[in-house]
């Protein structure tokens, strides 16, 4: 089976062919790096996400507060770790890089504030 992806490693976007068989990477063509081959084959076998979402406070100024995971995570618990964070509440004062919740979900990452609130 062949699929197409955008290879996001560098700012030349190049589309790349990946033929993919019994799970298995068998060829990338189109890429312009060496980092295009080794994207296909992350994204393909085993992508990883950055997960950006907001967490609630209180006795801040907003009543949301920005948080990030500290590491990609596999794509596939974006959601459930959304869900998470819908549930976890924290009171001011936060500071820009504090971790909210320690290895969030067991994937080694933390979820941690990308903003300061008094």
């Known amino acids: 089976m062949k699929k197409e992806i ?3 490693s560098c700012p030349n976007g190049c589309s790349l ?3 993919v068989e019994n799970g298995k ?6 890429g312009e ?4 081959i080794d994207y296909a084959k992350n994204e393909i076998l085993s992508p990883l996400r950055f997960v950006t979402t907001t967490v609630k406070i209180t006795g801040a100024d907003l ?10 995570v596999p794509r596939e618990l974006c959601a459930k770790i959304v869900k998470k964070a819908s549930k976890i509440a924290v009171k001011a004062p936060v500071k820009i890089g504090q971790v909210i919740a320690p290895d969030i ?6 979820l941690i504030a990308t903003r300061s609130l008094r």
């Open 17 to 19: 062919e990946v033929d």
């Open 63 to 72: 009543p949301l507060l920005p948080v990030r995971t500290s590491k990609p």
């Open 25 to 30: 990477v068998l060829s990338v063509k189109g």
């Open 6 to 8: 955008i290879c996001i």
């Open 105 to 110: 979900l067991s994937t080694g990452a933390d």
């Open 33 to 36: 790096c060496r980092k295009g």
